[in-house]
Every structure is written in structure tokens, then in C-alpha cells.
């Protein structure tokens, strides 16, 4: 007969002060990548910022390449945190559409100091076969394919036209937000967030957005509140 362990309140307290300090290594570890690139992360540079020793850090992860990695899942779940999952409250179709472009804008914006992983990451590891190429790469096809399903749906709900094709509009939208970091963090251009904006809603209209809906909507954000 097989005995089952069940852990001490004391084992217990260990292993979650123990999660507790793995999830503040890769906190750090995550800012010190938007910094200096998943390339330049190392046991060592982490251990420095951290104020542990290098030891330590890696009781947590084994090697540089699992501490990659864990930063890369961070990133990818702050990153649905903060773009995607706010929009499944808004209403399906093209507003739904509108607050994710919004939310991946505002995101963008807000790397533009420290850096975009993915955009950082891919360029570090596209000729890079391995564990955190393969993770990245995945990441990011997820993130797609969560922009084309809301694509898909402001099709069906009728805000898009029927014979629109999606996978073209999502690729098109990416490239808007590739343009937004490159512009505004390499280029320093002033202007980056308004052709970003204009570029959107151009989109919209060639992929068969109602002009009533566009010119609300152009409107609304071009009113000051009183």
C-alpha cells in the first residue's frame, strides 16, 4: 500500500516563501531583459540586481536558458494581461476590435523607454534554433491568433465585410504596431502614436468598417471632456 505525503505547515510556508522568491527573481530578471535582451541575461548580472548570490538564483532555475524562459512566459502573461483579457468585457465585434488595438497601442507606448520583448527577443533569436527561439515564436502566434479571432468576429458580427481577408488584416495591424516602436523608439518621431491612430482607422475603412461607426469614433476621441 502506497503511503501519501502530506506536507508540514512548515514544508508548506518553505515552498511558498520559496515560489515567492522565484517570482520576484524573474520580476527582476524581467526588467533587467527589456534592459539589456534576453542574449544578456546571465546567473550572474541577476544575482547583482537582486542582491543575491549567484548560487541562489540558480537553486531556482538550473541554467541560463530555464531563466530565459521563465522571463519570456512572464513577459507573455503580463502581455495577455494587460492587452487581451481587459477586451472580453467589451462587446463582440468591432468595438472588441477597437479596445485590443487600443490596449496593444497603449502597450507599445509604454515600452518604448525599456523595449518590446518579442520585437527584441525575435531579432536576438531568429537565426536561433532552440528552447527560447521555439517559446518566443509560439508566444507570439498565440498573441495572432488571438487578434484574428476578433478579426473573425467583427466579420461575422457584420462590422467588417463578409469577404474580408483576415489573416491579411491581422498582418497588416502587426505591422502598424512594429512601425509604432520602430518610429517611436529608434526613429524618435513625435508623430509615431497619430499615424499609428490614422493608420488604424484606415484599415478599418479598407476592410469595410461603416463610415458612421468610423467617423463616431474619430469624433469621440477628438473631444476634450468638458
Not at 502530506?6 to 520580476?27: C, H, L
Not at 512572464?74 to 502581455?79: N, P
Not at 472580453?88 to 523607454?113: H, M
Amino acid at each position: 500500500m502506497t503511503v501519501m505525503h502530506k506536507d508540514t505547515p512548515i514544508e508548506s510556508k518553505a515552498f511558498q516563501k520559496g515560489q515567492q522568491t522565484k517570482a520576484a527573481i524573474v520580476n527582476a530578471a524581467l526588467g533587467l531583459a527589456t534592459q539589456i535582451g534576453l542574449e544578456g541575461l546571465s546567473i550572474g548580472a541577476l544575482a547583482e540586481v537582486a542582491g543575491m548570490s549567484k548560487s541562489g538564483v540558480f537553486a531556482h532555475f538550473g541554467s541560463r536558458e530555464e531563466l530565459q524562459l521563465s522571463v519570456v512566459r512572464e513577459y507573455h502573461a503580463l502581455f495577455e494581461a494587460e492587452v487581451f483579457l481587459p477586451i472580453l468585457q467589451a462587446q463582440r465585434g468591432l468595438p472588441r476590435l477597437r479596445e485590443l488595438f487600443a490596449n496593444w497601442t497603449k502597450r507599445t507606448s509604454a515600452e518604448i523607454d525599456s523595449g518590446c520583448l518579442y520585437i527584441s527577443g525575435a531579432a536576438e533569436f531568429d537565426d536561433r534554433p532552440g528552447p527560447v527561439r521555439d517559446a518566443l515564436a509560439s508566444m507570439v502566434k498565440t498573441w495572432l491568433a488571438a487578434v484574428h479571432r476578433t478579426v473573425v468576429q467583427a466579420r461575422d458580427e457584420g462590422h467588417l465585410a463578409a469577404d474580408i481577408d483576415a489573416e491579411q488584416m491581422v498582418f497588416e495591424l502587426h505591422g502598424l504596431i512594429l512601425a509604432l516602436q520602430y518610429e517611436a523608439r529608434f526613429l524618435r518621431s513625435s508623430q509615431s502614436l497619430t499615424r499609428t491612430a490614422q493608420g488604424f482607422e484606415n484599415i478599418l475603412l479598407r476592410y469595410g468598417a461603416p463610415v458612421s461607426i468610423h467617423k463616431t469614433s474619430a469624433k469621440k476621441r477628438k473631444t476634450s471632456p468638458t
